[in-house]
């Protein structure tokens, strides 16, 4: 037996499971449907693929709610997780499921999906027929994607940068490379009995003032991390920046870089496709101007030439959306969508040199790192400041780099920190920012976080 | 490079060379070093006291009481820098209980007190003297808010004020403490002349074993089949030790290495075997243990090898109450989410895999109501404190 | 006047916390802050560490509930003086609930001040004006 399937026997050894079933688990997987398998889909359909969030505690619910979003044409079906779950807490998950189902009220912020089990969830995945995508934030998930994949959702979002800095306080960094080398390695030998699994990273990240070089530094690194175990498609993301312009030149940076790296470390076989999330800063707290918000976002999505977008609902600001607000919103984006074909390229020339030389820069300074595996690169990096998130509430993350829009909305480093974009690249960000004598950057920064409030 | 490790504990010294480990009883009429230098004089003569390196669990290490105002922060921040500084903790007493509680009887090497950042005034007032009255100790030492120094000093006789272990920002401050904590543990083992005479054989620093066993862990993988998160449990002839990696605690405390350690003190079965014993009666679920061992309660007295056995396994169970939710001490591990449990010291030459399953099976069943438990997996060779 | 402040609970959403953080320290308030994903009784032995003058408790992903419905309780187990004050706001429940529903259920677990989804600066308008009223 190799030294991860011996690792794979521990892990489903667990309290909160029935006796796991690799072969079967083999078995279901060589035979599943095509149309579970978003890959299939992303290589057969010219399409922007519609997906929303969304999980509720029960098994019912769940049911519902696809049901819901089915009706409303949905291409890619979400199943997110509760957070008791993403912190491997089945304990109270379990506790807190049967109180919901007692109730009928949800006390879990998503659906446990450890406690209810593969051999449930597979029912409803191959009911449905369709992709499902699993969000969840958890660092250590050994155990989840086991589970999920074993349930029929052959897409796992997620990463030892993007799920730990920003969900977790003091997850130990160091373990969460490891226990995604792991979740890498199942998905790469999955991917071998029918169609690929595949990964997807969190560009997002903390969704507050992200700088865009640095998100695309970490969607680049975690996906060298990812195909280096051998998973062969792989998606990046970033979500909306708040300025049409920086997600325009984002995603075409993005894209070429991606590419250029994936071959460079010798993955030319690998598939690589582009998310786009709806904006995932704070939402307004008016029904009609998230609506608004949500069109808007869906336009961008189209020009830059999405492979998938993720949906946001006009609830957004007020709390789990029900189940019909979330299908409308579907609707509304695949509404929308249908008008906006055959859209020309468009871009920015000097922004665009300007954002591929920042995330060189700091490339560059990862890979010579003197360690000599790339997470560690990746990990000292991080300890060293050479990547840093503003609003992360890990321990681990330096905060000392601070963002601003300009005038125009796009974000720039107002401070770099120990990120190591060159002089001239931080001079461009500087000479774009303009703020007025006796402005306060603390009352800026607040402004820049509610600019769609 | 070639090196002799040699690691003295209570009951055995081994003595390990390119992966080689033999292990000799202790004789105690003799002194360490002459015992050593009888059973191994030519192994320890071929090498440079420059590549002898000597760790030892001999001289048991300090013991420490701790009156603290909470829990999250002035007792967990004393006894996490207690267990950095190599010092066993023996009590921890919160303020708010302290008439209620009673001093422990044994003698205590160090006292700490702590509570309040600096600007808090009027935390202790006569309740803390009237409990000191009854506590025999060596050293007492003052952590907390600068504001009670005046008041402690008039009133305890040679307490030492050190740096509030506590910063104003509620942070967690550890030099001054850790520097005086380690110099203490440092003048003990120069205290105990046996310890002292090993410097005959190397010219390196001699650590405490727990320490060379955590600064070990990140190296485990690359010798046996572990999965992340696991604990090592070392029972020994007078000390019980539980390495466990941070993921499987909930304290928001920075650490730079990703594992920590406790100690029990009283949990060995030799050399502590009448506490261990006493711990155990005390326990509720003992006597269903016993029954599930198939023993009877007269087991305890007994001086056999199968009483040896049913100790052990008692240890075992004692090591995870201790830690478990079950058990509000000091450290609570999310034992629910464990891997793995690596067993290692003396228990491992006596406990076959059955035996060792057979009691965490039963722990978990009673305990955490689980009916998986962890992977067991027996060091056998004793080897762990050699990874580097 | 000192106060203390995070986010309970596992919720790790820490931008409102970082605000809260500057916006109370700029009202002259001596600030603690323990950051998202803590717990109660961390909480509470802070306020006790720092003979705090106010608890100020965030809670964005829905779960405050089920971390706070204790605290009445946790309370009686600790020697706090007098005129603590315990205030509590953020996104408190899971879906949507009116604050008229949500605000008594809140006093009756023992706080002081629940604020449902308003602004943080009208909630710390709010606790000055409590705190000039309890003078
Ligand atoms: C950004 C964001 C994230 C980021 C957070 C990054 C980070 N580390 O901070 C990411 C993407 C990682 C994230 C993750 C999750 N999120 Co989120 N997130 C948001 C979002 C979009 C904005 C939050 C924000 O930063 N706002 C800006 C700050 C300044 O304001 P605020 O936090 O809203 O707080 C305001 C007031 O509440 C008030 N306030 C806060 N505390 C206090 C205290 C007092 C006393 C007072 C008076 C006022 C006050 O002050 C602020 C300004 O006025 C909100 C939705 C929204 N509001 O638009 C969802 C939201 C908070 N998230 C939500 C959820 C559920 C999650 C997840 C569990 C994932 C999931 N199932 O979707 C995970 C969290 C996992 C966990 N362990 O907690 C839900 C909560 C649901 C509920 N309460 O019913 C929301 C409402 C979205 C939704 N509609 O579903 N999220």
């Known amino acids: 037996m190799t030294l991860l399937q011996r690792e794979r026997e521990i892990i489903v050894r667990n309290e909160y499971i029935d006796h796991f079933d690799f072969d079967e688990v083999k078995e279901f997987i060589s035979g599943a449907s095509k149309n579970l398998f978003i890959s299939h889909r992303f290589k057969n359909s010219k399409e922007i693929l519609v997906q929303p969030r969304g ?34 807490d089945y304990a109270t998950a379990k506790k807190m499921l049967s109180l919901s189902e007692a109730n009928d009220t949800d006390m879990l912020n998503g659906y446990p999906l450890v406690n209810h089990g593969y051999r449930t969830t597979r029912k409803m995945i191959t009911h449905y027929d369709t992709p499902v995508s699993l969000r969840h934030g958890t660092p250590d998930a050994r155990l989840l994607i086991e589970v999920a994949l074993a349930s029929g959702i052959f897409e796992i979002e997620g990463g030892p940068i993007t799920y730990l800095l920003p969900y977790s306080k003091n997850f130990p960094m160091d373990k969460a490379f490891l226990y995604w080398k792991y979740v890498e390695r199942v998905c790469a030998e999955y991917s071998k009995l029918n169609e690929p699994i595949n990964r997807e990273s969190f560009g997002p990240l903390s969704a507050t003032l992200q700088p865009p070089a640095i998100v695309i530094v970490i969607q680049l690194l975690e996906m060298l991390l990812s195909l280096e175990e051998g998973v062969k498609s792989f998606s990046v993301s970033f979500s909306q920046t708040g300025s049409m ?65 993720i949906t946001k609902t006009r609830n957004e600001a007020f709390g789990i959306p029900t189940k019909e607000a979330n299908a409308l919103a579907v609707a509304n984006v695949k509404y929308t969508l249908g008008m906006l074909k055959g859209l020309p390229k468009v871009g920015d020339e000097e922004e665009e040199e300007n954002l591929t030389n920042e995330v060189h820069e700091i490339l560059e300074a990862v890979f010579n790192d003197g360690a000599d595996t790339l997470w560690r690169q990746v990990f000292n990096s991080i300890k060293n400041g050479y990547i840093d998130i503003p609003f992360s509430p890990h321990i681990i993350n330096a905060n000392k780099v601070i963002t601003v829009r300009d005038k125009n909305s796009n974000i720039r480093f107002f401070k770099r920190g120990s990120v190591p974009i060159s002089d001239k690249s931080f001079a461009f960000e500087k000479s774009k920012i303009s703020l007025k004598d006796g402005d306060r950057v603390v009352d800026k920064i607040i402004q820049d976080i509610g600019i769609m409030l | 490079m070639n090196r002799l490790l040699i690691d003295i504990g209570s009951t055995y010294f081994k003595i390990a060379e390119q992966g080689k480990i033999e292990q000799y009883f202790r004789n105690f009429d003799k002194s360490i070093l002459n015992d050593l230098e009888s059973k191994c004089a030519d192994v320890i003569s071929s090498y440079n006291k420059d590549d002898v390196y000597i760790c030892s669990s001999a001289n048991g290490g300090l013991s420490t009481l701790i009156i603290g105002l909470s829990n999250s922060f002035s007792l967990k921040y004393a006894v996490n820098i207690a267990f950095n500084s190599g010092i066993n903790i023996i009590d921890t007493v919160l303020y708010n209980n302290i ?8 003698n205590i090497d160090v006292v700490i007190i702590v509570g309040g950042i600096n600007s808090v005034d009027n935390i202790f007032d006569e309740k803390i003297f009237e409990y000191l009255n009854n506590v025999n100790y060596q050293n007492i030492v003052f952590v907390g808010t600068e504001k009670s120094h005046n008041y402690l000093q008039n009133n305890i006789k040679d307490i030492v004020l050190l740096e509030n272990i506590i910063s ?197 069943k009673k305990i955490l109501h689980f009916h998986h438990t962890p992977k067991i997996i027996l060091d056998k060779n004793y080897e762990i404190w050699t990874y580097r | 006047m000192k106060v203390v402040t995070g986010v ?51 809670s964005l992903n829905g779960e405050a509930e089920g971390w706070c419905r204790d605290l009445q309780i946790l309370k009686s ?9 315990f205030m509590i706001g953020g996104n408190l429940v899971v879906g949507e609930t009116t604050a008229e529903e949500i605000v008594p259920r809140f006093k009756s677990y023992g706080f002081d001040l629940v604020f449902h989804q308003v602004d943080l600066n ?7 004006l409590f705190l000039k009223a309890s003078k």
């Open chain 2, 168 to 364: 104003d920002k509620l942070q967690i401050r550890e030099d001054e403490l850790k520097s005086y904590l380690t110099d203490l543990y440092q003048a003990d083992i120069m205290g105990k002349e046996d310890i002292k005479q090993l410097y005959a054989l190397t010219n390196n620093q001699i650590f405490s074993t727990p320490y060379i066993v955590n600064r070990a862990l990140p190296k485990i993988h690359e010798h046996i089949d572990v999965a992340d998160p696991f604990i090592v449990v070392d029972i020994g002839g007078a000390t019980t030790d539980i390495h466990y990696s941070r993921d499987l605690v909930n304290d928001n405390i920075l650490s730079s290495s990703g594992y920590d350690r406790l100690v029990f003190k009283k949990l060995g079965v030799y050399k502590s075997r009448e506490s261990l014993v006493h711990i155990a009666k005390q326990n509720e679920f003992v006597f269903e243990l016993l029954e599930h061992l198939n023993v009877t309660e007269n087991i305890l007295e007994e001086k056999s090898d199968e009483a040896t056995r049913v100790l052990m396994q008692l240890s075992i169970f004692l090591v995870l109450y201790k830690v478990s939710k079950h058990h509000a001490s000091y450290i609570e591990l999310n034992l629910e989410i464990l891997n793995n449990i690596i067993l290692t010291g003396g228990i491992t030459q006596v406990l076959t895999q059955e035996d060792v399953d057979n009691i965490t099976l039963f722990f978990y």
């Open chain 1, 55 to 88: 999980g509720f505690p029960t098994y019912d619910k769940v049911f519902e709610l696809y049901k819901e979003f089915k009706d409303a044409n949905v291409d890619v079906l979400p199943l997110t997780i509760d957070s008791n779950t993403r912190l491997n």
């Open chain 1, 245 to 309: 312009l920086q997600d325009i030149v984002s995603s075409n940076v993005i894209k070429k870089l991606a590419r250029h790296y994936a071959d460079k470390f010798g993955h030319d076989d690998a598939t690589i496709n582009l998310v786009y999330h709806q904006w995932m800063g704070a939402f307004p707290y008016n029904r009609e101007y998230s609506d608004s918000l949500i069109n808007t976002s869906t336009v961008i999505a189209s020009m830059i030439g999405a492979d998938k977008i």
């Open chain 2, 99 to 106: 008439s209620n509680e009673t001093p422990p009887k044994d």
């Open chain 3, 8 to 58: 309970v609970g596992n919720d790790i959403h820490v931008v409102a916390n970082r605000l809260i953080d500057i916006s109370l320290a700029e009202r002259g308030f001596e600030v603690f802050n323990l950051g998202v994903n803590t717990y109660l009784e961390e909480f509470l032995d802070a306020v006790i560490e720092t003979d705090a003058d106010v608890l100020l408790i965030s």
């Open chain 3, 122 to 128: 009208e909630g710390l308008d709010q606790l000055e």
């Open chain 3, 77 to 85: 187990q600790y020697n706090f003086r007098d005129n603590v004050i």
